[in-house]
C-alpha cells in the first residue's frame, strides 16, 4: 500500500513537470491558430474563439511582407542534409584510417584532432567570417556548409568504436583479397550503422538549429536559415504580431521535431556509447 | 599492378599502402586545416592588428588591442569586462540549476515503472530538438508583461503581472528559465545513463547496512556518477559561457546593459563597429578563460577524488 502511494506520487509529479515541458510549445500552436486581436487581448482560451488559418496563409503566401520562408526552409534543410553527408563521410573515412590503417604520422594527428574538441567556437567564427568575405563567398552555401564539417567531434565518436571493431572480421576479408577500401566499404561500415547514425542525426540539429554563425555569416534575405529568419521578422515586421510569430516558430520546428522523434532512441543510444561514462 | 607482386619492392609497398592509407585521412585533413586551424591562426594575426573593416590600412600595432582591453581607462575595457560580468553571472545562475535539476529528473525517472520512464523521458528531452531562435520567440510570447501567458495566470490568482524581461532581476530569471527549459533534457539523458551504471549489488549492500535512500545517494550514487557529474558540470559551463542567442533575442541586453553578454559585445564590435582586431582579442581571451575554468574544473573534481579513495 505504501510503496503504491509513493509510486502515484512520483508519477503526478513527473507529470507535473512534463507539463511544464509541453505548455510552451501548446501555446504556441495554440496561438498560431489566433488572429493578432485575440492573442493581443490576452486572455487564457487555449482554444482559439475564432479559429483561423489566415498566420499560415499570411506566412507562407508572403501576402503583404517580403517573407521568403520555402526559400529559408530549404536552405536550412539544404545545408542540414548535404553538411551532415559531408561530415559522416569524411568522418567514417578518417577515423577508421587513425584507428586501424598504417596512416603516417597518426600518432601526430589524432591528438591534434582531439585536442580541438576543447577550443570554443568563439575563436574561430571571425577570422572564419574574413576568410570567406576575402574569397567573396559570404551570402553563398559553402558558408552555411563547411564551416561545420570540421569539427572533431565526429572523428573521436568513431574513432572509439573502430578501436574496438573486432579485427578477426576485417583479417577473413584480407584472406579473401579484399583491399582497405572494399574492406571498408563492404564490412566496417555496415557494422557502424547505429553510430554513424547517431553522429548523422547530431550533426543535422546541429547545423539546422545554429544561430550565430549563419546570423554573422548572411545578410542577404534569400540566404537566411530558417532560425535566423525568423529572428529578424521578430525584430522586425513582425514584432508584436504574436499569431504570426508562432506560426512562423511552428513551421520551423515541425521537420527538425520530426527527424527527432524518429531518431531519439538513436540520439539516446550514441550518448551511452560515445565513451561519455 | 605486377610489380606489386614482386618481394623485392615490399618497401615500395609498404609506401604505397601508407599513401592509400592516407587517403582515408586526407579530406578531413583538408576541411579541418581550412575552417579550424587556419581561422585559428588568422584570428591571432588579425588580434594583433589594427583590423577596422571600414578603414582601408589594417596596420601591425603588436600587442596593443590587448592592452587596450586591460586598460582601464578605455570604453574597450568596460566592454569586455561589463560583459564577462554579465556572462559569468549567467553561468553561476544556470550551471549548479542544469547540473541538480537534471540530475533530478534522471532519479525521478528512474523511479517510474519501465513504460511511463520512456514516456516521460521523451517529453522531457523534446526542447532540447529546439532552435534557440525559437526558444527565445515562444518565452518572448509567453512572458510578454501585458499580454503573456504567465501574467495572465498570476493576475487570474489575484497577483500584480511581473515585467518578466525589463527589470532585475526578472530578466535573468527568464534567461536562466528559458534555457533550462531548452537544454536540461541532455544532461539528464547523460545522468540516466550513468545511474543505469551504477551496481545494484552496493545499493543491496547499502539497504543490509540500513542505509536510507538519501544515504545511499550520498555514500553509493554520487561517487559512483562523480566522472560524469564532471562532465555535465563542464559542458554546462562552456554552454552557458557561450550564450547568445537568449539574451540578444529575449532581453537584447537590457534592462540597461545587465545582461549584454559578452559575446554580443564581440559581435557588435565586430560587425557593427565593425572593429575585427579588438573583436578578436576579445574572443581570444575569452576562449582563454573558458579552457582556464574547464582545466580547473577537471582539476578540482580529480583532487577531491583523490583525496577520498
Redesign the interface.
Known amino acids: 500500500m505504501k510503496k503504491n502511494g509513493k509510486q502515484i506520487g512520483l508519477i503526478v509529479l513527473a507529470s507535473v513537470i512534463g507539463l511544464l515541458f509541453l505548455i510552451p510549445l501548446a501555446w504556441m500552436i495554440s496561438t498560431s491558430f489566433k488572429n493578432d486581436f485575440e492573442a493581443i487581448a490576452g486572455g487564457l482560451n487555449w482554444i482559439p474563439e475564432n479559429f483561423t488559418f489566415e498566420n499560415y496563409l499570411y506566412t507562407l503566401t508572403g501576402e503583404g511582407v517580403d517573407v521568403p520562408i520555402f526559400r529559408w526552409m530549404f536552405n536550412s534543410l539544404f545545408a542540414g542534409l548535404t553538411g551532415t553527408a559531408i561530415i559522416v563521410t569524411i568522418d567514417a573515412l578518417a577515423a577508421y584510417g587513425l584507428a586501424r590503417l598504417d596512416v603516417p604520422f597518426k600518432k601526430f594527428l589524432f591528438p591534434m584532432f582531439i585536442s580541438t574538441l576543447m577550443i570554443p567556437f568563439v575563436i574561430t567564427f571571425l577570422p572564419m567570417y574574413m576568410q570567406f568575405s576575402n574569397f567573396g563567398l559570404l551570402n553563398t552555401y559553402a558558408v552555411l556548409i563547411f564551416p561545420y564539417t570540421a569539427n572533431a567531434f565526429g572523428v573521436f565518436l568513431l574513432y572509439q568504436f573502430f578501436r574496438s571493431f573486432p579485427k578477426e572480421l576485417e583479417e577473413a576479408a584480407k584472406l579473401d583479397g579484399a583491399n582497405k577500401w572494399q574492406i571498408f566499404i563492404k564490412i566496417v561500415i555496415p557494422s557502424a550503422k547505429p553510430i554513424i547514425w547517431t553522429l548523422a542525426i547530431f550533426s543535422f540539429m546541429g547545423i539546422y538549429n545554429d544561430f550565430l554563425w549563419p546570423l554573422v555569416a548572411t545578410n542577404s534575405p534569400d540566404m537566411r536559415t530558417i532560425t535566423t529568419g525568423i529572428a529578424i521578422m521578430q525584430q522586425g515586421s513582425f514584432t508584436s504580431s504574436y499569431g504570426k510569430l508562432m506560426a512562423l516558430t511552428t513551421i520551423a520546428t515541425i521537420p527538425i521535431l520530426i527527424v527527432f522523434l524518429i531518431g531519439q532512441k538513436q540520439l539516446i543510444k550514441g550518448i551511452t556509447q560515445s565513451g561519455i561514462k | 599492378m605486377k610489380e606489386a607482386k614482386l618481394p623485392a619492392s615490399k618497401a615500395k609497398r ?1 609506401r604505397l ?2 599513401f ?3 587517403l ?2 586526407l ?3 583538408l ?2 586545416l ?3 586551424f ?3 591562426v ?2 591571432i ?2 588580434s594583433l592588428h589594427d583590423y577596422n573593416l571600414l578603414s582601408s590600412v589594417q596596420p601591425f600595432i603588436g600587442f596593443e588591442n590587448y592592452a587596450t582591453i586591460f586598460n582601464p581607462d578605455s570604453a574597450m575595457n568596460s566592454l569586455f569586462f561589463d560583459g564577462l560580468g554579465n556572462t559569468l553571472k549567467f553561468v553561476i545562475f544556470s550551471v549548479p540549476l542544469l547540473v541538480s535539476i537534471g540530475l533530478g ?1 534522471a532519479l ?2 528512474n ?3 519501465g513504460k ?1 520512464r520512456t514516456f ?15 526558444v ?7 512572458l ?1 508583461t ?2 503573456g ?1 504567465l501574467n ?2 498570476l493576475m ?1 490568482l489575484g497577483f500584480d503581472a511581473i515585467p518578466w524581461l525589463t527589470k532585475q532581476p526578472f530578466a535573468w530569471i527568464s534567461l536562466v528559465g528559458a534555457t533550462i ?1 531548452w537544454t536540461l533534457g541532455f544532461n539528464m ?2 545522468f540516466i ?2 545511474l543505469n ?1 551504477v551496481s545494484e549489488e552496493l545499493y543491496e549492500a547499502g539497504a543490509i547496512d540500513g542505509a536510507s535512500a538519501w544515504q545511499k545517494f550520498i555514500h553509493i550514487t554520487l561517487p559512483t556518477i562523480r ?2 557529474m564532471l ?1 555535465v558540470i563542464i559542458t554546462s559551463t ?1 554552454a552557458s ?2 550564450v ?2 537568449q539574451p540578444y ?1 529575449m532581453t537584447r541586453g537590457g534592462p540597461g546593459d545587465s545582461t549584454e553578454v559578452l ?1 554580443m559585445g ?2 557588435n564590435l ?2 557593427e563597429e565593425r572593429e ?1 582586431g579588438v ?2 582579442a576579445m ?2 581571451l ?2 582563454l578563460i ?2 582556464v575554468i ?1 582545466v580547473i574544473q577537471f582539476k578540482i573534481a580529480n583532487r577531491k577524488q583523490g583525496g577520498e579513495s
Open positions: 609498404e599502402s601508407k592509400t592509407s592516407f582515408f585521412v579530406p578531413y585533413l576541411l579541418f581550412a575552417f579550424l587556419i581561422p585559428l588568422y584570428g594575426y588579425i529528473l525521478l525517472l523511479s517510474l515503472p511511463l516521460f523521458r521523451t517529453i522531457y528531452f523534446i526542447p532540447y530538438a529546439i532552435s534557440v531562435s525559437v527565445s520567440i515562444i518565452f518572448l510570447w509567453i510578454d501585458n499580454s501567458l495572465m495566470y487570474d527549459w539523458i547523460i545513463n550513468a551504471e566522472p560524469i562532465f562552456i559561457f557561450n547568445f542567442g533575442l559575446l564581440i559581435v565586430a560587425f575585427l573583436a578578436s574572443a581570444l575569452m576562449s573558458m579552457i574547464s
